[in-house]
T-cell receptor, first 111, second 108 residues
Framework: EAGVVQSPRYKIIEKKQPVAFWCNPI?????LYWYRQNLGQGPELLIR????????DSQLPKDRFSAERLKGVDSTLKIQPAELGDSAVYLC?????????FGEGSRLTVL | KNEVEQSPQNLTAQEGEFITINCSYS?????LHWLQQHPGGGIVSLFM???GKKKHGRLIATINIQEKHSSLHITASHPRDSAVYIC??????????FGKGTHLIIQP
C-alpha cells in the first residue's frame, strides 16, 4: 500500500512568488495534517482536516497561506506570496485510529 | 513551562550501547507517539502508547501515565539508528504537541 505521497519534494522560488504543495494521504484516512518544520525544530501544525472540513487552522497564517481538501482526499497547501521566512519543510500526515503516517515532505527554499 | 520536554537534546554514543531517550509532559493525554526522522528524510511513527510498554525489534517504549513520563530505549544501538527522535502528545480533539526532538548519533 502506498504511503502518504507529497510533491514536489523540493522547490526553490524567489520571494513574492507563489508556491503550492500537494498531498495524497493513505486511502481511507479521514484525518489529514499539514505541518511546517524549520531546521532543528519539531513540526508545527498549520492545519488539520477531518474529511473535507478544516477543524483546526488556528496556526495557519491566513494572509498568505491557504489550503483545501476537496472531496476529503487530496489536499493542497498554497503560499502567495512567499517570504524568506517561509523556507522550511512542509510535511503532510494522515491518521486513522490514532496511528500517524507522514509523507517525505516538501522542502521549500525562498531566495 | 513547555507542555513536553525531551532529554537529552543531543546524544552521541558508541555502537552497541543501550540508549535511553526521555519525554516528560505536563498535560493530560490520550496517547503518546515516538517518531523517528533521519536527516533529510520524512518522519516515521515508531510507537503509539497509551499505557504500559511496547517492543518492536531493538526498540522499546514505555509510558507511566501517573508520572507523565515516557522513555524510548534502543538496545544494541547501530549507526543506522542515528536520527532525531521526537515525542508527540495526542491530546483532546486529536491535537498533537511535538517535542523538540533528541538528536542521536551512534558512532561505529
Amino acid at each position: 500500500e502506498a504511503g502518504v505521497v507529497q510533491s514536489p519534494r523540493y522547490k526553490i522560488i524567489e520571494k513574492k512568488q507563489p508556491v503550492a504543495f500537494w498531498c495524497n494521504p493513505i486511502s481511507g484516512h479521514n484525518t489529514l495534517y499539514w505541518y511546517r518544520q524549520n531546521l532543528g525544530q519539531g513540526p508545527e501544525l498549520l492545519i488539520r482536516y477531518e474529511n473535507e472540513e478544516a477543524v483546526d487552522d488556528s496556526q495557519l497564517p491566513k494572509d498568505r497561506f491557504s489550503a483545501e481538501r476537496l472531496k476529503g482526499v487530496d489536499s493542497t497547501l498554497k503560499i502567495q506570496p512567499a517570504e524568506l521566512g517561509d523556507s522550511a519543510v512542509y510535511l503532510c500526515a494522515s491518521s486513522f485510529g490514532g496511528e500517524l503516517f507522514f509523507g517525505e515532505g516538501s522542502r521549500l527554499t525562498v531566495l | 513551562k513547555n507542555e513536553v520536554e525531551q532529554s537529552p537534546q543531543n546524544l552521541t554514543a558508541q555502537e552497541g550501547e543501550f540508549i535511553t531517550i526521555n519525554c516528560s509532559y505536563s498535560v493530560g493525554i490520550s496517547a503518546l507517539h515516538w517518531l523517528q526522522q533521519h536527516p533529510g528524510g520524512g518522519i516515521v511513527s515508531l510507537f503509539m502508547l497509551s499505557s504500559g510498554k511496547k517492543k518492536h525489534g531493538r526498540l522499546i517504549a514505555t509510558i507511566n501515565i501517573q508520572e507523565k513520563h515516557s522513555s524510548l530505549h534502543i538496545t544494541a544501538s547501530h549507526p543506522r539508528d542515528s536520527a532525531v527522535y521526537i515525542c508527540a502528545l495526542r491530546g483532546g480533539a486529536d491535537g498533537l504537541t511535538f517535542g523538540k526532538g533528541t538528536h542521536l548519533i551512534i558512532q561505529p
